[in-house]
Nanobody
Framework: QAQLRDSGGGSVQAGGSLKLSCAASGSTYSAGCMAWFRQVLGKEREGVAVIASDGSTRYADSVQGRFTISRDNAKNTLYLQMNSLKPEDTAVYYC??????????????????WGQGTQVTVSS
């Protein structure tokens, strides 16, 4: 059974950095898409960044230039380097994956497997 375990969240001040990790087990996503989403209580889960099997990436406008998504297929692990963090980046961050291509989608319903979430809090 596929399992995603995300980690690396925490509390930082505005302008700081954090790096999230997502370790996959029980399934390999080397031929598919992996992504990061985030959700604030009471709001819809939104796509942050996605990376395809060929390494191509796509970012939400709100994080473009500040966040970097990457993957290590040998370790079956996904990463999100977050720099220049802002208070509005505060949310629970979730990794997501699907074993096939996703066309660069940041639509939550295109992903089948999800991590449990990790909290990121940015204070001003």
């Amino acid at each position: 059974q596929a399992q995603l375990r995300d980690s690396g969240g925490g509390s930082v001040q505005a302008g700081g950095s954090l790096k999230l990790s997502c370790a996959a087990s029980g399934s390999t996503y080397s031929a598919g898409c992996m992504a990061w989403f985030r959700q604030v209580l009471g709001k819809e889960r939104e796509g942050v960044a996605v990376i395809a099997s060929d390494g191509s990436t796509r970012y939400a406008d709100s994080v473009q230039g500040r966040f970097t998504i990457s993957r290590d297929n040998a370790k079956n692990t996904l990463y999100l380097q977050m720099n220049s963090l802002k208070p509005e980046d505060t949310a629970v961050y979730y990794c997501a994956a699907i074993g096939i291509g996703c066309g660069g989608s940041l639509y939550r319903w295109d992903f089948t497997d999800w991590g449990q979430g990790t909290q990121v809090t940015v204070s001003s």
